[in-house]
């Protein structure tokens, strides 16, 4: 079994005469929690696109579990994209289908599962995000922060993934409302034994999930590892994002846990 869930290798990503990405290498582990980080304009998002086939790279190359994502076999590329789920940042949730149908919907893709097992399904799904039942004929708009994100991450989930990405998973929530989702992924992803990739700018979610951290900077991976070690690195950027009081608060606040 490949140990390397992802593996990126001499990425370059430009539009038009903008560079993103010169010969980003980077490999995320099999049951590690990796976050990518960066200023705004350093090509994070673009990254996590990439990695689910949403955008193709101009160069380089993106395996999933030891395959190529862009392999030109379209049944390849199906298989390997359901071995992985997205939460996008807003939630992306389907504004016409109730919470039921959102969550049923990546199950009916298959046409593989009858009606009565997917309806099964769904509830485990809410269940599994901490959602009731009577949630499943929510539409998105009487839905909170909170519950949007939820029935995202159930939706992310419905196929069993293998491998979860997260697009900034806590933006938008208060304190509490975030500690919560971030107590929920934690849970999941022991629960499941999930390989997550998340890109966050908020301190506090970094310092209590990541098991390593990706900083992206001048087109590049700067820095790579653990918190602790990635903190050391004299970057400006690394100085101003990870060593103010904010990124100090976070950590006793990790390390009190």
């Known amino acids: 079994m490949n ?3 992802i593996e990126v290798e001499q990425l ?6 903008v560079w993103v990405h010169r010969d980003l290498a980077l490999q995320v582990e099999r049951g590690e929690v990796l976050a990518l980080v960066g200023g705004s304009g350093s090509g994070k998002t673009t990254l996590l696109r990439e990695l689910i086939g949403l955008l193709r790279p101009t160069s380089g190359r993106i395996r999933l579990f030891g395959e190529p994502l862009f392999s030109g076999d379209a049944r390849c590329d199906r298989r390997l994209r359901r071995r992985f789920g997205v939460l996008f940042q807003q939630g992306a949730l389907f504004s016409a289908f109730d919470v039921f149908d959102n969550l049923a919907f990546p199950l009916r893709e298959l046409r593989l ?11 485990q799904k ?4 901490e959602l009731l039942a009577s949630h499943a004929h929510l539409m998105p708009a009487e839905l909170s922060g909170g519950m949007v994100k939820r029935v995202a991450l ?3 989930l419905a196929l069993e993934p293998e491998l979860l990405l997260l697009d900034e998973p806590t933006a938008g929530l208060d304190p509490d ?6 107590q929920l992924i934690r849970m999941l992803r022991a629960q499941l034994g999930l390989t997550v990739v998340l890109v966050t700018h908020d301190l506090d979610t970094l310092a209590a999930l990541s098991d390593r951290v990706a900083v992206l900077a001048g087109q590049r991976i700067l820095a790579l590892g653990p918190l602790g070690e990635v903190m050391q690195v004299d970057h400006p950027f690394i100085r101003n994002f990870f060593c103010g009081e904010r ?3 976070a950590m006793n606040r990790e390390a009190a846990i």
């Open 3 to 5: 140990a390397s869930v």
């Open 12 to 17: 370059c990503t430009r539009f038009g005469a």
């Open 113 to 123: 599962l009858p009606e009565d097992l997917i309806a099964e399904l769904v509830m």
């Open 126 to 129: 809410l269940a599994m995000v």
């Open 154 to 156: 159930a939706r992310a």
């Open 177 to 182: 409302r975030s500690e919560a989702f971030v």
């Open 247 to 249: 990124s100090r608060r």
